[in-house]
């Protein structure tokens, strides 16, 4: 059981350059979501799916595409990248079917730099 | 103005020193308050998880609510160094399937704590 996990763990674009940052988790998790973490601003949520098929935006979604073809993966599009979009990039999965928690649990992060 | 604020510190204490974290936040749909704890270069990790107001132990760790006054606290008694993290509190309206709050969690900032032997 391999968790979350998120591919590449680190990347450099340049800016106008397009990219897909790629997680998959293993746990059958319905619900899986995509934030970015950046120096004091805490963690903020970019787009969320709560099923195959089923995607909808988060509090910063602008320059960011999402799909949910399949319940392990979840993809993180950048069309045209911008410096702006230098993070750190968590995707995170928690189980739906437990109504009273909100466990998420997170994958190791990608770290992107856009020059 | 954030819906959640947090110090951000840096906080540095001795060992076995007692810790104390705080967040307040404005949205009263705010049921649900977690601490989450982050090691550099790793993901968050869920380290306690509180509904509404009240007190929950777990261990050296004490995490409080007080829903009246918007505000919710961390304790670490016994400090260790490898208590040495960025802990991020984290809150959500409702976990309820397709509730309009289901599973997004807003956090606060972080703080971060070394704990120095």
């Known amino acids: 059981n391999a968790g979350v996990t998120q591919t590449p763990k680190f990347q450099v674009l340049k800016t106008g350059q397009s990219m897909t940052l790629q997680c998959a988790q293993d746990?059958?998790?319905?619900?899986m979501s995509w934030y970015r973490q950046d120096p004091g601003m805490g963690l903020r949520l970019i787009h969320y799916?709560?099923?195959?098929?089923?995607?909808d935006q988060g509090e910063v979604p602008n320059g960011y595409n999402v799909s949910r073809s399949t319940t392990e993966d979840f993809p993180l599009r950048l069309l045209s990248a911008a410096p702006s979009q230098t993070s750190v990039y968590f995707c995170?999965?928690?189980?739906?079917?437990?109504?009273?928690?909100?466990?998420?649990?997170f994958g190791p992060g990608t770290r992107l730099t856009v020059l | 103005q954030k819906e959640v604020e947090q110090d951000p510190g840096p906080l540095s204490v001795p060992e076995g020193a007692i810790v104390s974290l705080n967040c307040t936040y404005s949205?009263?749909?705010?049921?649900?308050f977690m601490w989450y704890r982050q090691y550099s270069r790793k993901g968050p990790e869920l380290l306690m998880y509180?509904?509404?107001?009240g007190n929950k132990e777990d261990g050296r760790f004490t995490a409080q609510v007080d829903k009246s006054s918007k505000y919710i606290s961390l304790f670490i008694r016994d400090s260790q160094p490898s208590d040495s993290a960025t802990y991020l509190c984290?809150?959500?309206?409702?976990?309820?399937?397709?509730?309009?709050?289901?599973?997004?969690?807003?956090f606060g900032q972080g703080t971060i704590l070394t704990v120095h032997p």
């Open positions: 984290a809150m959500s309206g409702g976990h309820l399937w397709g509730g309009t709050s289901y599973g997004k969690l807003t």
């Open positions: 746990m059958n998790h319905e619900y």
């Open positions: 509180t509904y509404s107001s």
């Open positions: 799916s709560v099923g195959a098929g089923i995607t």
């Open positions: 995170a999965s928690r189980d739906s079917g437990r109504a009273h928690t909100d466990t998420q649990y």
């Open positions: 949205n009263s749909a705010f049921q649900y």
